[in-house]
T-cell receptor, first 114, second 114 residues
Framework: DTAVSQTPKYLVTQMGNDKSIKCEQN?????MYWYKQDSKKFLKIMFS???????INETVPNRFSPKSPDKAHLNLHINSLELGDSAVYFC?????????????FGQGTRLTVV | AQSVTQLDSHVSVSEGTPVLLRCNYS??????LFWYVQHPNKGLQLLLK??????LVKGINGFEAEFKKSETSFHLTKPSAHMSDAAEYFC????????????FGQGTTLQVKP
């Protein structure tokens, strides 16, 4: 069973469109994240949700809106897509009340804006 | 503030020879440190983690890392490289709070030559 799964794996879309990426974890974790990996492979956190509550919002344009319908899901909706949004987006989860806990990552969604 | 510096952007070794990927960290607190590996077009997989227990940490696939507080280092090593080790490696520090935020190094590309 896949621990953290995201869909779609690849997403090609035109500038100006609105798109969503879905993420689900079956690990029973209480915290979920979105990370962005740029063309130089640098990874940076975008959002963090703990028990469906937004904890981290890292200077991300408000065109990006995360939604957490329950603890097991964290979706990312992007409005008015721009060329610079092209990247790989990773969903992750962890259990934050465990000391030194690691994050489990999904396979990534490669978004290409044309 | 927490930060991570991977000292080499690219490391090339021959199959069967030792691997050394260098990482230095900066943290105001006792850190949790991780090494993740990313194979081409794949997600991030945890190799090993340090959480203030033993300073020599053993991970999967024969990798290990040693936490050296005096040198603020957490270098990753493997005695004998295998072709399947070719990938991108990330040294990561975890912000010690309930946010679970991870700070990634810039990544090191490991090339293994036959």
């Amino acid at each position: 069973d896949t621990a953290v799964s995201q869909t779609p794996k690849y997403l090609v879309t035109q500038m100006g469109n609105d798109k969503s990426i879905k993420c689900e974890q079956n690990l029973g974790h209480d915290t979920m994240y979105w990370y962005k990996q740029d063309s130089k492979k640098f990874l940076k956190i975008m959002f963090s949700y703990n028990n469906k509550e937004l904890i981290i919002n890292e200077t991300v344009p408000n065109r990006f809106s995360p939604k957490s319908p329950d603890k097991a899901h964290l979706n990312l909706h992007i409005n008015s897509l721009e060329l610079g949004d092209s990247a790989v987006y990773f969903c992750a989860s962890s259990q934050e009340d465990r000391v030194g806990t690691e994050a489990f990552f999904g396979q990534g969604t490669r978004l290409t804006v044309v | 503030a927490q930060s991570v510096t991977q000292l080499d952007s690219h490391v090339s070794v021959s199959e069967g020879t030792p691997v050394l990927l260098r990482c230095n960290y900066s943290s105001s607190y006792s850190p949790s440190l991780f090494w993740y590996v990313q194979h081409p077009n794949k997600g991030l997989q945890l190799l090993l983690k340090y959480t203030s227990a033993a300073t020599l940490v053993k991970g999967i696939n024969g990798f290990e890392a040693e936490f050296k507080k005096s040198e603020t280092s957490f270098h990753l090593t493997k005695p004998s490289a295998h072709m399947s080790d070719a990938a991108e490696y990330f040294c990561v520090v975890r912000i010690p709070s309930n946010t679970g935020k991870l700070i990634f190094g810039q990544g090191t590309t490991l090339q293994v030559k036959p």
